[in-house]
């Protein structure tokens, strides 16, 4: 779909402050009309915008949410059971299926910068096409890429291909998710990259310049359109590494591994990760994120069993456990 038919969508819709496409629909061969195409949409009072979207299109909710719960009770239930974002699943519209998240821009953006719940900003760090951006969240999402790089790094040896990098940053979000258990295509992160691997270069190409500048990498191609990458694996450099994680996360794994307070250039205050060794350093960062996606990714599932209705919540997880036993096969 060209960026004109996926805007369209969006009219039928209250205005929103932030709204991105993600998932299979930007996969460059997919010419599938069965594929569901998935947004986020930021909002800064979801209260408010779904009350006006009940009135718009009450048939895209759960039938008892629409006449039962009202805009009070969707925004509720996503905040106190789920991470935040209500989802309506199989919305048809124009010959097309849709899914659309709803999340307050306030949540979004503390997900970007700490990974607090590791779970939209999980999906920010897979290619995305950006629809509406008021608040230029690109901009901000940047902090969330560089991080991804970090974190990946981490859990890389010192030689890899650029296609490693981005499946080790595509699986971050992953680690610890339930559904990968039962309800997930197993080959999903290789065919993520795979299919997508042009945007996921131009996407983290800044990034990869910027660490070979900076000497933690070294980027070599031979003659082929993929790059291959080898890293200093030394301990001054995995601190790097955890350093340039999100606040929260460091915080995390200081409360594990301990801190110390030293003075930053500009007199500030900081606190420093106490790293014995990398292997010691990404195996904690491995547990923090692997709880985060565990624990998101459950208060999101029943979330989304509350709200999407017994007959979507059934044909949404059959489609995952159909993907799931075809990869196994």
Request: net charge positive.
């Amino acid at each position: 779909m060209d960026k004109a038919e996926l805007e369209s969508f969006l009219k039928v819709l209250p205005p929103v402050d932030f709204c991105c496409v993600y998932g299979s629909a930007l996969h460059p061969n997919n010419h599938e009309k069965s594929t569901m195409v998935d947004y986020v949409l930021g909002v800064s009072d979801p209260e408010q915008w779904h009350s006006q979207n009940l009135k718009m299109n009450k048939r895209h909710y759960a039938s008892w949410l629409a006449h039962l719960g009202g805009a009070r009770m969707i925004t509720q239930i996503a905040d106190e059971i789920g991470v935040g974002v209500h989802f309506n699943p199989f919305v048809s519209w124009n010959d097309k299926m849709f899914k659309y998240g709803v999340v307050r821009m306030h949540d979004l953006v503390q997900d970007i910068l700490n990974w607090e719940r590791f779970y939209l900003s999980g999906r920010l760090q897979k290619p995305v096409r950006i629809l509406v951006d008021n608040l230029d969240l690109e901009n901000v999402n940047s902090s969330n890429l560089r991080a991804a790089v970090s974190a990946a790094l981490l859990l890389l040896p010192p030689k890899f291909t650029e296609e490693d990098l981005y499946a080790k940053i595509c699986s971050l979000s992953y680690m610890g998710d339930l559904r990968m258990l039962f309800a997930e295509d197993k080959n999903k992160v290789k065919k993520i990259v795979q299919g997508q691997f042009d945007l996921f270069q131009s996407r983290y190409k800044s990034f990869l310049e910027e660490y070979e500048a900076k000497e933690l990498l070294r980027l070599t191609s031979y003659g082929s359109p993929q790059t291959n990458i080898s890293q200093d694996c030394g301990l001054p450099v995995a601190r790097h590494l955890v350093n340039t994680l999100p606040p929260m996360v460091r915080s995390q794994i200081g409360m594990k591994l301990g801190e110390k307070k030293k003075l930053s250039d500009s007199g500030q205050v900081i606190h420093e990760v106490l790293i014995g060794s990398r292997d010691e350093a990404a195996k904690c960062m491995q547990k923090v994120l692997r709880q985060k996606v565990m624990f998101s990714s459950a208060r999101q599932a029943v979330s989304g069993l509350l709200t999407a209705g017994g007959v979507n919540s059934i044909r949404y997880l059959a489609n995952k456990m159909c993907k799931a036993w075809k990869s196994l096969s």
